[in-house]
Every structure is written in structure tokens, then in C-alpha cells.
């Protein structure tokens, strides 16, 4: 008999979700998984999956962590509490969690953390990029489970956000950083499989590195 693959749970943005799920599913059939995908609009628990990907998309709204709102933010309520909802239950499960962009801002943010919304005017020595090449540079930081999954070598990735991780959330730790210092990867410290990562691997599908991600993602589902 066949072993079943691993159910995981993919969260996407109404505007996006029909360009951006097939290669999140791409992704995870080849590290052996099998994606659904999960809007707000539909039903939705955390029981009938064994692994969680949070994708990226709209800005997640300052009134969850306390920050004033720029007139450049696009919002969406619904999503915003569905996936708060998922990453607090998916951390009192032990289930594994991937943060992917707004997803990595969003695990921070549910764990208590704050976010930069100009990124960039906070970390002027950052260059700026947005493209799904990868263009931007960013350092692993040593005795991580993302250094242990990717290596210690500068990785190349891309970059589309303009918001970022400010003060991190209960019992994560900086996983990845850019040049100029701003935070390109959270996971949790200790516990299940939990990282966040700033760039775009659903695109970088022909670097190993990348591939690792969602690899170890399902081996921890």
C-alpha cells in the first residue's frame, strides 16, 4: 500500500490565488506533499490537514499589533483573522508552519510581534528590489533549524514586500538577514517545524535551496 501524502493547507489572497496555488502545489507535490487551498471565504480546519502554509499577498492591518495605518496599505480583514486563527492553532497542535512573505509577517504578527510598514525608510542601507528573480542577497544566521535545512551560504532570493519584521513575537528568533540588516527569515526557537522567510521560494523552484524549504515542511507533516 501506498504511503498517503501529507495534507497541506495553503493560504491565499482573492486577487492572487489562481496564479500564485499552482506553484505552491507544484512545490509540495514534488517534496511529496498534496496542496488545498483555503480562503477565507470557505470553510476551513485545522484538523483535516497535517502541515500549513501561510502565502503572501495583501498587507496584514496594523490594528492587530498596534501600528498606525499608511495610506499605501491594502487590507484584508477576513484574511487577516482567519490566518491569526491558523497560525495560534497550528502552534497549539505542534502542527509545521511555513510563512511565506506576508505569511512570515503574519506568524510574527500572531505570535505578538510587530512589523515595519515603510521597511525600506527604516532600513535605508537595504537595497530595494521587487522582482521574483533572485536578485537580493541574504545571510543565514548559524545554529538555526533554517541554516541546518539551507546552509550557512549567502543565499540569492527574491524580494516583492515592503513591509518587515520590527519586534519579534513570543519565542521566535532571526533566522535570515539582508545586508543592511533588516529581517529576511523568522523561525521559532524551539517546538515543530515553524519558519517564516521574506522572499518568494514558490518561484525559485529550480534552486535546491528553495526546494529544501517546502522538503522539510513535509517531512515534518
Keep these: ?22 506553484m505552491f502545489a507544484l512545490n509540495i507535490w514534488l517534496a511529496g506533499g498534496r496542496a488545498v487551498r483555503w480562503t477565507a471565504a470557505r470553510p476551513y480546519h485545522l484538523d483535516d490537514v497535517d502541515g500549513l502554509v501561510i502565502g503572501g499577498g495583501d498587507d ?12 499605501s496599505a491594502r487590507l484584508d480583514p477576513a484574511r487577516d483573522a482567519m490566518e491569526q486563527e491558523l497560525v495560534t492553532g497550528a502552534c497549539q497542535r505542534g502542527m509545521p508552519v511555513l510563512g511565506v512573505c506576508r505569511g512570515a509577517q503574519m506568524i510574527n504578527v500572531a505570535l505578538g510581534g510587530t512589523l515595519h510598514q515603510d521597511a525600506y525608510g527604516v532600513y535605508a542601507t537595504s537595497v530595494k528590489y521587487k522582482t521574483i528573480l533572485p536578485r537580493k542577497t541574504v545571510s543565514v544566521q548559524p545554529g538555526t ?6 546552509g550557512l551560504e549567502l543565499m540569492r532570493v527574491n524580494a516583492l514586500h515592503s513591509q518587515a519584521v520590527d519586534r519579534l513575537g513570543a519565542g521566535l528568533r532571526v533566522a535570515a538577514q539582508d545586508g543592511g540588516g533588516m529581517v529576511q527569515a523568522v523561525e521559532r526557537e524551539d517546538g515543530p517545524f515553524m519558519i517564516g522567510v521574506q522572499w518568494h521560494p514558490e518561484h525559485l523552484i529550480y534552486a535546491r535551496r528553495q526546494r529544501a524549504l517546502f522538503g522539510a515542511l513535509v517531512a515534518a507533516a
Design 1 to 22: 500500500m501506498s504511503k498517503r501524502r501529507p495534507r497541506i493547507a495553503v493560504t491565499t489572497s482573492k486577487a492572487s490565488s489562481w496564479r500564485i496555488f499552482p
Design 60 to 71: 496584514i492591518s496594523p490594528d492587530i499589533y498596534g501600528g498606525e495605518l499608511v495610506s
Design 145 to 150: 533549524q533554517f541554516a541546518q535545512i539551507a
